[in-house]
């Protein structure tokens, strides 16, 4: 039966229908995995018991990875699926997850969501972080399937927004307030939010953040050396690696690299924008600021760097591998925190003991944010001026640049243990799975 949700999200579509429509012709990100985003899935094969994981994209998937194993290790009489929303995601899962059913998660449409239900068939279903969607919750509830919500983090403004959902529609209420639900959240705030969403406090554990858990704190040393040849950098070569870019930055960024390498000797620059798919935008934006630049896929098909390698822009355009790229630099920028679009992942260069430069706006992510800052071990910028005053000061120094990165990999070792807190919360629940199957 439609909700009050599929009226809303018809509207929406209706109203927004020409922009979806030229996003679907022109973009291939839009069009991946639309059968499987419509429903049309195929029935999962096997007998057994099944744990449906979701997670958002990269991040939520990395995050999962170590509790994936865990669960998988102890309880092999479950299947364990995984869904995603991204194409960047969904790729990170199959390279994860290899062998393990991965597809893209439903569109929030009820009876999109019935049939991947129908297919999928789990006993349990397991969402990273705050992948709370009203039809597909109501769904599950209905079905008697329990949510186990991990990692849960939820903002001032999505707690105004899920008020406002549970007032208009008293069955997004009840199955978010199931008392088959568990809630595991990163924080003692996020703990007392999802209480003032009317969560009974009994169905809520604050567990910790789990991506300190699944950092990588270092990279071996014969990779690091094969990126250093690869990309033709000397060993009194600088190199700043600006990561998860977004539109507005790069301009920026680029301009801030002439500037500055008139100032530190040997300085490369590594680019490697959010999404790939804006690859060739990126590369006009180089080509205007009169630089050279070169794509990593070149690289790998043996293209050389040549002689002008001091104005040429590294282009990364692969998917997969920022962290091995985050070994190399002797400084890092963390993207889309410049513009207002609340910043990307600045833990992993931290656990790799990196100086990290951010913009203002990373509002997607306070408390690491905060964390980094408790401990000074981060540079916060709030414009070109002063990121450009920043890089050339940590490529000038060193040492308050190496123990910048040093305190940035305090504070990831000191946070860990969230996994292993949120798999005793799961053991208990899965347990009862095994004794009814026995």
Same mark, same amino acid.
């Given at each position: 039966?439609?909700?009050?949700?599929?009226?809303?999200?018809?509207?929406?579509?209706?109203?927004?229908?020409?922009?979806?429509?030229?996003?679907?012709?022109?973009?291939?990100?839009?069009?991946?995995?639309?059968?499987?985003?419509?429903?049309?899935?195929?029935?999962?094969?096997?007998?057994?018991?099944?744990?449906?994981?979701?997670?958002?994209?990269?991040?939520?998937?990395?995050?999962?990875?170590?509790?994936?194993?865990?669960?998988?290790?102890?309880?092999?009489?479950?299947?364990?699926?995984?869904?995603?929303?991204?194409?960047?995601?969904?790729?990170?899962?199959?390279?994860?997850?290899?062998?393990?059913?991965?597809?893209?998660?439903?569109?929030?449409?009820?009876?999109?969501?019935?049939?991947?239900?129908?297919?999928?068939?789990?006993?349990?279903?397991?969402?990273?972080?705050?992948?709370?969607?009203?039809?597909?919750?109501?769904?599950?509830?209905?079905?008697?399937?329990?949510? =186990? @919500? /991990?990692?849960?983090? *939820?903002?001032?403004? #999505?707690?105004?927004?899920?008020? %406002?959902?549970?007032?208009?529609?008293?069955?997004?209420?009840?199955?978010?307030?199931?008392?088959?639900?568990?809630?595991?959240?990163?924080?003692?705030?996020?703990?007392?939010?999802?209480?003032?969403?009317?969560?009974?406090?009994?169905?809520?554990?604050?567990?910790?953040?789990?991506?300190?858990?699944?950092?990588?704190?270092?990279?071996?040393?014969?990779?690091?050396?094969?990126?250093?040849?690869?990309?033709?950098?000397?060993?009194?070569?600088?190199?700043?690696?600006?990561?998860?870019?977004?539109?507005?930055?790069?301009?920026?960024?680029?301009?801030?690299?002439?500037?500055?390498?008139?100032?530190?000797?040997?300085?490369?620059? =590594? @680019? /490697?924008?959010?999404? *790939?798919?804006?690859? #060739?935008?990126?590369?006009?934006? %180089?080509?205007?600021?009169?630089?050279?630049?070169?794509?990593?896929?070149?690289?790998?098909?043996?293209?050389?760097?040549?002689?002008?390698?001091?104005?040429?822009?590294?282009?990364?355009?692969?998917?997969?591998?920022?962290?091995?790229?985050?070994?190399?630099?002797?400084?890092?920028?963390?993207?889309?925190?410049?513009?207002?679009?609340?910043?990307?992942?600045?833990?992993?260069?931290?656990?790799?003991?990196?100086?990290?430069?951010?913009?203002?706006?990373?509002?997607?992510?306070?408390?690491?944010?905060?964390?980094?800052?408790?401990?000074?071990?981060?540079?916060?910028?709030?414009?070109?001026?002063?990121?450009?005053?920043?890089? =050339?000061?940590?490529?000038?120094?060193?040492?308050?640049?190496?123990?910048?990165?040093?305190?940035?990999?305090?504070?990831?070792?000191?946070?860990?243990?969230?996994?292993?807190?949120?798999?005793?919360?799961?053991?208990?629940?899965?347990?009862?799975?095994?004794?009814?199957?026995?």
């Amino acid at each position: 039966m439609p909700t009050i949700f599929d009226a809303v999200y018809g509207t929406a579509l209706v109203c927004g229908s020409p922009y979806f429509l030229s996003k679907l012709i022109i973009s291939e990100r839009y069009r991946s995995g639309l059968a499987q985003r419509f429903g049309w899935l195929g029935t999962r094969k096997g007998k057994n018991p099944c744990v449906w994981i979701h997670g958002a994209s990269v991040g939520e998937i990395l995050t999962v990875k170590e509790l994936v194993k865990s669960v998988e290790k102890e309880f092999n009489n479950l299947d364990i699926v995984i869904s995603a929303n991204t194409n960047t995601g969904l790729s990170v899962a199959e390279r994860c997850f290899s062998g393990k059913k991965i597809f893209y998660f439903p569109l929030d449409l009820s009876w999109v969501v019935g049939r991947v239900l129908n297919a999928v068939d789990p006993a349990y279903v397991i969402l990273i972080e705050l992948e709370i969607w009203p039809n597909f919750l109501m769904a599950v509830t209905k079905k008697r399937i329990p949510v =186990v @919500l /991990v990692n849960a983090r *939820i903002s001032e403004k #999505s707690l105004k927004w899920y008020r %406002v959902l549970c007032k208009i529609s008293k069955g997004f209420f009840e199955s978010l307030t199931n008392k088959e639900n568990v809630f595991c959240s990163r924080t003692e705030t996020d703990t007392t939010r999802l209480r003032n969403l009317g969560i009974p406090e009994a169905q809520i554990f604050t567990t910790g953040n789990m991506k300190f858990d699944n950092l990588v704190t270092a990279v071996p040393e014969d990779t690091k050396e094969r990126l250093l040849c690869f990309f033709e950098i000397g060993k009194d070569d600088k190199v700043v690696v600006c990561g998860s870019t977004h539109e507005g930055e790069e301009a920026i960024l680029l301009r801030i690299f002439k500037q500055i390498r008139t100032k530190v000797d040997g300085l490369r620059l =590594v @680019l /490697v924008p959010r999404h *790939i798919e804006r690859i #060739s935008e990126v590369m006009k934006e %180089v080509a205007a600021a009169g630089l050279r630049c070169v794509r990593k896929t070149a690289l790998d098909k043996d293209c050389k760097i040549g002689g002008h390698k001091y104005e040429t822009v590294i282009l990364v355009d692969t998917v997969g591998e920022l962290l091995n790229i985050y070994s190399i630099a002797d400084c890092v920028f963390v993207g889309r925190s410049l513009v207002p679009q609340g910043g990307q992942n600045m833990m992993e260069p931290a656990g790799l003991a990196k100086p990290i430069v951010v913009g203002p706006h990373t509002f997607n992510f306070n408390e690491e944010v905060q964390l980094l800052k408790e401990a000074n071990a981060i540079k916060i910028v709030h414009g070109e001026a002063s990121l450009s005053n920043e890089l =050339v000061y940590l490529l000038e120094h060193p040492y308050e640049a190496q123990e910048l990165g040093k305190r940035a990999q305090s504070v990831v070792m000191k946070q860990r243990g969230a996994t292993e807190r949120n798999l005793k919360v799961l053991r208990n629940i899965l347990m009862k799975e095994r004794a009814v199957s026995v």
